[in-house]
């Protein structure tokens, strides 16, 4: 009887430990109580450093060394290509976009890179234009270079933080944008869903209806329906935050990530829907939502699906960052070491820049999990 006693107390023991520990997890990183002594405070602060600085003693990038504009390192021909745009060479430019031929995940991320440039000065892009007036690549930079402009002008503040004069100069610049996007389809090879794909945030923005915004979608997965990128543009205007609901989004995420081969890497899409939805739902809690049945089988397969892909397929890095958030929450801490090892450095990404501390966010996600894995840290 007395070792049952015993056993037993040992379980509530176990189990009250797993509990502070789940706790401390939900609170580290808040606001310390205004009655904490100054003494408490700097202890603690001390203590916070101390363990900080053995995590990057194990060699992990430091707090001031993170990027919090890139998702991964910039590849060296994009610096290149956007130094010579800016410079005036229009032509280095063209040449640019040609090299990325149908790939066009690649094509993309090409395009948005001498776009914001163009948003910046465009120059470069009127001389491009008036030297060629039908080249499908440049009324394509020219179309998302209206996009950025307009979201430039709207910022990245929620609709209630957003001013009314914002919203009418960003409405009237996105449907100068549509006009340049239906330009590029016009001029665009049959083949190339890019320009349809450079009407997505324009859709977002003016809120097309449903039927509009499917009818732009089928143009694109008939062109390409494994475009990833593609994919999550269309979360987006799924989501409640902007034209639909979780129930949307879910079924969009879904069906997107059921079309896709293993290495695909389309299991990102529904991740990141969990994760609006978390974000979007204030009765949801991370420590519990991340946790449930869907997420977590979510979680698994998509942990199969990186293990399909090409290791130097530059997209593994968007679900990397994805997954390294959930493991943390569904406390696999190991298994979110190994996808921090993997993107450390560059934060830039979901789910780290929708807090209001990218850099924040990040560390304790990634200090706790290296602190729990590593014996005596």
């Known amino acids: 009887m007395i070792g049952l006693i015993i056993f037993g107390v040992m379980l509530i023991g176990a189990a009250y430990k797993a509990f502070a520990a789940r706790k401390a997890k939900k609170a580290a990183g808040t606001p310390a109580p205004a009655a904490q002594s100054a003494a408490t405070a700097a202890a603690k602060a001390e203590e916070k450093a101390r363990q900080a600085a053995a995590v990057v003693a194990l060699g992990f990038v430091a707090e001031e060394d993170l990027d919090t504009e890139n998702a991964r390192p910039v590849p060296p021909e994009r610096t290149a290509a956007v130094a010579a745009v800016t410079a005036g060479d229009w032509e280095a430019g063209a040449a640019y976009l040609e090299a990325a031929g149908k790939d066009w995940e690649e094509r993309w991320q090409r395009v948005r890179a001498l776009a914001e440039a163009a948003a910046e000065d465009d120059a470069w892009l009127l001389a491009w234009r008036s030297a060629r007036p039908s080249d499908p690549s440049a009324a394509l930079v020219n179309a998302d270079a209206g996009v950025a402009v307009a979201w430039n002008v709207r910022g990245s503040q929620s609709g209630s933080r957003t001013t009314q004069e914002q919203f009418r100069v960003f409405h009237e610049l996105l449907l100068k944008a549509q006009e340049y996007a239906h330009e590029a389809q016009r001029l665009a090879d049959p083949a190339d869903p890019v320009p349809y794909m450079a009407e997505q945030p324009i859709a977002q923005g003016l809120g097309y209806p449903h039927e509009q915004y499917r009818e732009l979608w089928a143009q694109i997965?008939?062109?390409?329906?494994?475009v990833l990128v593609a994919h999550t543009s269309a979360l987006q205007y799924w989501c409640e935050k902007w034209r639909g609901s979780h129930e949307l989004a879910l079924a969009f995420a879904?069906?997107?990530?059921a079309s896709g081969e293993p290495g695909e890497l389309l299991s990102l899409v529904p991740l990141t829907a969990y994760i609006e939805q978390e974000m979007k739902d204030p009765g949801l809690k991370p420590?519990?939502?991340f946790k449930e049945p869907d997420v977590v089988a979510a979680v698994d397969a998509a942990l199969a699906d990186l293990a399909a892909?090409?290791?130097a397929d530059s997209r593994t890095g968007r679900l990397r960052h994805v997954l390294a958030w959930l493991l943390f929450w569904q406390d696999r801490d190991?298994?979110?070491?190994?996808q921090f090892r993997h993107i450390d450095g560059y934060i830039g990404a979901v789910p780290w820049y929708y807090s209001g501390s990218p850099k924040g966010r990040y560390l304790h996600a990634r200090n706790w999990s290296v602190r729990v894995t590593t014996p005596g840290l």
């Not at 997965?221 to 494994?226: I, T």
């Not at 190991?334 to 190994?338: D, K, L, P």
């Open 221 to 226: 997965v008939a062109r390409d329906p494994k």
């Open 254 to 257: 879904r069906e997107s990530a």
């Open 287 to 289: 420590e519990t939502f």
């Open 309 to 311: 892909a090409d290791p």
């Open 334 to 338: 190991a298994e979110a070491v190994e």
